[in-house]
């Protein structure tokens, strides 16, 4: 049986008519995308280069004192703080140093015990009042800013000592109000998406910032 033949055996939608696709509709809205997603970065970083360089010279003291960076967030946001803590321990460029940083989304035991035994907002606090020390840094990803669990880490690592790092999105939500925060590198859209985009394209900023200023 050739490949074309098995191909529609198993998916026969693939040879229906095809004459209501409008592709050059769908070619216009991948632009549209691109576009948007790129006034989004423009308008964040325009709005927030300081506080990206502040945050920057934050971690960058914190490693020279021997401190230890810590990230979460929930859903899609807690790959941000997995990717974040995968860039800073093994940089992919030549003669750049591994820094040392937890990724507070990776133990799913303790996370589980933790929200079963005590409730989901404990689940990254549990772990900082075991694991962070004074003069630490905990960075925090949270596309709306209300995450309860976020909110009462960020408390924890205040009273601490901690140095903290939110990014947030959309109005900036409580982690924007907080005075638990020390900086809130807020994107202003309504779209989850493009506030992914720009957190991404941020921490990478950050990385590269932070070894130039080590």
Not at 17 to 24: A, F, L, S, W
Not at 45 to 70: D, M, V
Not at 128 to 156: E, H, P, Y
Request: charged fraction near 15%; proline fraction near 1%; glycine fraction near 6%.
């Amino acid at each position: 049986m050739n490949n074309n033949k098995a191909l529609s055996d198993l998916y026969p939608f693939l040879n229906e008519n095809k004459k209501g696709v409008n592709t050059e509709l769908l070619l216009a809205s991948i632009q549209e995308k691109v576009a948007d997603s790129i006034n989004a970065k423009q308008a964040f970083f325009q709005k927030n280069e300081h506080k990206i360089l502040r945050s920057a010279q934050i971690i960058a003291q914190c490693y020279q004192q021997n401190g230890h960076l810590f990230a979460m967030g929930n859903g899609g946001s807690s790959c941000d703080a997995a990717h974040i803590t995968t860039e800073f321990m093994h940089p992919v460029t030549t003669g750049r140093k591994a820094l040392s940083f937890t990724n507070l989304t990776a133990d799913i035991a303790t996370m589980t015990a933790v929200a079963n035994d005590v409730g989901n907002a404990h689940i990254f606090l549990r772990q900082l009042l075991c694991l962070a020390r004074k003069n630490d840094v905990l960075i925090g990803f949270s596309t709306s800013g209300n995450s309860k669990s976020l909110i009462k880490a960020f408390a924890q690592a205040k009273e601490m000592g901690l140095s903290t790092i939110g990014f947030s999105g959309q109005t900036g939500g409580e982690m924007a109000k907080s005075n638990n925060v020390d900086i809130c590198l807020t994107v202003e859209t309504d779209s989850i998406h493009r506030v992914q985009e720009s957190h991404l394209t941020t921490y990478h900023i950050l990385w590269d910032l932070v070894h130039s200023l080590l």
